[in-house]
């Protein structure tokens, strides 16, 4: 990635931290955690960034967002935004939920491991 690209990656990351109205999590399964590093290398997260998680383990994954066949699914993507979704709103709603976008940006990645050549996906 270019050195322009990168500082305007990281001029839209810092963006929306400054904007006070978005607030949310970032979870991931895999090599998803780049996302939200993004953020708080932009300076400001505490106005963007309620949480971030990343389970790697399978179960922890499971008894997050419940089991799954594959982790890397649109099944297992469904299950984090929903799950991450409702506990922003149960325990943030009732507090700023009037003047507040929340936001659960989730993503499972199957990235090259120690012993597997591929294939990679997200």
Same mark, same amino acid.
């Given at each position: ?7 305007? $990656? ?6 929306? /931290?400054?904007? !006070?109205?978005? @607030? ?8 998803? #955690?780049? !996302?939200? /590093?993004?953020?708080? *290398? ?5 106005? !963007?960034?309620?949480? !971030?998680?990343?389970? @790697? ?5 499971? $008894? ?5 066949? *594959?982790?890397?699914?649109?099944? *297992? ?9 409702? #506990?922003?709103? /149960? *325990? ?21 491991? @120690? ?8």
């Amino acid at each position: 990635m270019s050195s322009k690209a990168l500082a305007q $990656t990281q001029d839209k990351a810092l963006q929306l /931290n400054l904007a !006070t109205s978005i @607030y949310g999590t970032f979870a991931e399964i895999g090599a998803g #955690q780049e !996302t939200a /590093n993004w953020f708080f *290398r932009a300076s400001g997260a505490a106005g !963007t960034v309620a949480k !971030t998680i990343s389970a @790697y383990d399978m179960t922890v994954s499971d $008894t997050l967002y419940g089991p799954v066949k *594959r982790y890397v699914s649109e099944e *297992r993507l469904k299950g984090m935004l929903d799950y991450e979704f409702s #506990q922003l709103i /149960n *325990r943030l709603g009732p507090k700023r939920g009037k003047d507040t976008r929340f936001f659960a940006f989730c993503n499972t990645v199957k990235v090259k491991g @120690y012993r597997d050549n591929g294939p990679w996906n997200g």
